[in-house]
């Protein structure tokens, strides 16, 4: 690509806009972007300004409440509120607990419950009325003794709801828990042994599942608790995610996409992904969240060459690019947070003072370290 646009950038999620553009955080700075959906040219509208400057991986979600976007936190320090009319935004800062890394969010009536990563932070809700946080000890608690002493995390397709129930498979572990917010109950499902949940979508009463040690789709009917094998595909890639889109269950790899009849409980289809979207160069999951945008199924993706627009047996890359200007303050930002994330640990293990880390290159500073 040439000009001053070459600086690739992605996101999580996104808002359409009336206007034939996109609204979006992007994952490798701290700023709200806007992009036409004919352009590949992302503009920064403004900078979540009560946020760290330098801090990536601001948001996971996008969560929409009449004319209010609720931008959700994954490794920033609140929910950041954009008012559609006028324009404006705002962050509300999470103040109880330092950790607020929150994988998915699902909006309850007026209230936003918020899923945590990873049990370092806390389920929780955001009252958008009055624009407060409340803590779910009792919810957590009964969460807790189906996962005692593991550490466990959750991605954004392991994690999904129904609009009164909200299901999740944390790693590690061959079970469902469905969660009632609303009456504070939390209830169990056993899967097969050796089947540990990587994603899941729930539709029409049914949730399917994808089972990357079985390579299987499977479906689980939560009133019945009856499990069915739909197929098995030993070709399937680790990562796949299931989603639903205009009735049917499609899978999404780094390299292919498949779709599903749910009603036969059969692969219809399978189309290729254009090369190159699978290059993970970070440590979160490629694929980061999905979108219905222009009657398409929109998956977003943390890195690799961009996002993927799915329209029925066809599929493209959209790519955003941000001006050349940025591509130096990316590259500073990363390395200040490399520095400042290892001096944190040396300093919590009592390897060295803060007065004896200089601000100095690694290498420099390894030398120091070792000598």
Known sequence: MCGKYRQRIHFRDAYRMDDQSILFSA?????????????NKAELR???????????????????????????????????KYDLKTGKLRTILFKKVEHCRFIRAFLIGKDIFLVPMNNSSHFCVFHTENESYELLHAL?????????DVEYW???????????????????????????????????????E?????????????????SDGLKSVLKYDPKKEELATLFCDCDQEEET??????????????????????????????????????????????LAGKREMENQLWIMSASGSGT?????????????HIADSFRQ???????????????????????????????????????????
């Open 241 to 286: 995610i299931l989603v639903e889109h205009k009735g049917n269950i499609i899978g999404v790899a780094k390299s292919h996409i498949f779709s599903m009849d749910p009603a036969a409980g059969k692969k219809e289809f399978e189309i290729t992904i254009p090369a190159g979207f699978g290059i993970r160069n970070t440590g979160y999951k490629l």
């Open 27 to 39: 994952v490798e700075m701290n700023g709200l972007f806007v992009q036409k959906l004919d352009d």
């Open 46 to 80: 403004c900078k979540f300004t009560e946020e760290d400057e330098m801090q990536d991986n601001l948001h996971s979600q996008i969560v929409i409440e009449g004319e209010t976007l609720y931008f959700i936190p994954l490794e920033g320090r609140g929910i950041s």
């Open 140 to 148: 957590e608690n009964k969460i807790w003794k189906y996962i005692p």
């Open 154 to 192: 959750l991605d954004p397709f392991s994690v999904t709801s129904n609009g009164k129930t909200v299901y999740m498979a944390p790693s590690k572990k061959n079970q469902i828990l469905c969660i009632d917010v609303e009456n504070n109950k939390v209830d169990g499902k056993e899967i097969k």
């Open 308 to 320: 993927l627009k799915i329209s029925n047996r066809n599929c493209q890359i959209m790519e955003s």
């Open 329 to 371: 303050k990316i590259k500073e930002y990363e390395k200040e947070r490399r520095k400042r994330n290892l001096r944190m640990v040396l300093e919590t293990k009592g390897i060295v003072a803060e007065k004896e880390f200089e601000e100095a290159d690694l290498k420099n500073f390894m030398d120091v370290l070792l000598s």
């Open 194 to 210: 050796n089947s540990s949940i990587d994603s899941m979508v729930y539709f029409e009463e049914k949730l399917y599942l994808y």
